[in-house]
């Protein structure tokens, strides 16, 4: 084999490695977009219809935004959703900074303090 075949299969490699670094590199880059819940309201009273015309994914984060003395959030099923209570093993978040990225298909949260939910601290998200 002559040396000029070789220093070509060289070159041909360092442009593979090269596109797969850049690839790695850039790949970390997609994710889900981030949505502040009440917008700059944040999480509060009335935020049941906040929802309503966003097209949410899977893998997209919600930002719960909140004075943690008087509120949280916690992740429930269609039945703790509707009749505003929290079922056993629920997650309870409650920094007043919370993010929590969307799973594929019906996403609910209530605040669980008394009352709260009742007065439409809560949201129902479909994420596709």
Request: aromatic residues 10%; hydrophobic residues 40%; glycine residues 12%.
């Amino acid at each position: 084999m002559s040396s000029e075949g070789r220093g070509s299969a060289g070159r041909a490699m360092v442009i593979i490695m090269v596109a797969l670094v850049y690839l790695l590199i850039h790949s970390n880059r997609v994710h889900g977009a981030t949505y502040t819940v009440g917008g700059s309201a944040g999480w509060t009273f009335n935020t049941v219809s906040w929802p309503k015309g966003k097209s949410l994914k899977a893998g997209d984060l919600l930002e719960f935004n909140y004075d943690s003395t008087f509120h949280n959030v916690v992740a429930v099923n269609k039945g703790g959703y509707s009749s505003c209570t929290t079922p056993a093993g629920a997650k309870v978040y409650q920094s007043g900074n919370d993010k929590i990225k969307l799973v594929k298909g019906q996403n609910f949260f209530i605040c669980n303090y008394a009352g709260h939910c009742e007065s439409g601290m809560k949201i129902a998200v479909n994420a596709v």
